[in-house]
């Protein structure tokens, strides 16, 4: 079994339409992430979280809100989709004694 | 400001070769780099790192060699196989408080072609 999951892998929402994107994880880890991956822009962080009652703004937090439910539970919400969001989503963790993140498969999100 | 620059944007070599990654970043502060490859439909992996305090980190076939004074890194890999064919992003991240956040290049495509 993957240990980052995401759900759901692929979507496709209209415009105006709030949704949710989910991760969970088996590593323990304490640490999560959520970055978006746009064609030629690399991957930037969205929101990280270092435990259930620490939320932080990443470099791009405008349009996005995130809460994380549990240790292993970390979820992105779009609360107005607008077409620019449409991107590639990944969580990631880390156990915050070192730098190295490991990432979920992503989710493809298409905003019409 | 891109403080992590991967200049060339895909690289092919021929199986057996060498493929060498590079790079660029501005940031002095940076003091842990990360390199990451990533296959279509999945999310990047985790392939080798180096501390600032190194100049070069082995890992089988993979290398990653740091020149501090010039601000540049770059990953070997020998002898290069098609199964490596993938994205490979550089990464950084800095300390005094900002090791939380990873600072990615955009990315390079490399093809190795059979």
């Known amino acids: 079994d993957a240990d980052v999951t995401q759900t759901p892998r692929n979507r496709i929402t209209k415009t105006g339409k709030r949704i949710m994107l989910e991760c969970s994880q088996t590593k323990g880890h304490d640490r999560m992430y959520w970055y978006r991956q746009d064609p030629g822009l690399g991957l930037r962080l969205i929101y990280y979280?270092?435990?259930?009652?620490?939320?932080n703004k990443g470099e791009i937090s405008d349009g996005y809100s995130v809460s994380r439910q549990a240790q292993a539970k970390f979820s992105l919400s779009l609360e107005s989709a607008i077409p620019n969001q449409t991107a590639l989503y990944f969580c990631?963790?880390?156990?915050?004694?070192?730098?190295?993140?490991?990432f979920g498969p992503g989710t493809r999100l298409l905003v019409l | 400001d891109q403080q992590v620059k991967q200049n060339s944007p895909s690289l092919s070599v021929q199986e057996g070769r060498i493929s060498i990654l590079n790079c660029d970043y501005t940031n002095s502060m940076f003091d842990y780099f990360l390199w990451y490859k990533k296959y279509p439909a999945e999310g990047p992996t985790f392939l080798i790192s180096i501390s600032s305090i190194k100049d070069k980190n082995e890992d089988g076939r993979f290398t990653v060699f740091l020149n501090k004074s010039a601000k540049h890194l770059s990953l070997h890999i020998v002898p290069s196989q098609p199964g490596d064919s993938a994205v490979y992003f550089c990464a950084a991240s800095g300390s005094g408080g900002s090791n939380y956040k990873l600072t990615f290049g955009k990315g390079t495509l490399l093809t190795v072609n059979p």
């Open positions: 990631a963790t880390s156990d915050g004694s070192k730098e190295t993140q490991y």
């Open positions: 979280s270092f435990d259930v009652k620490d939320i």
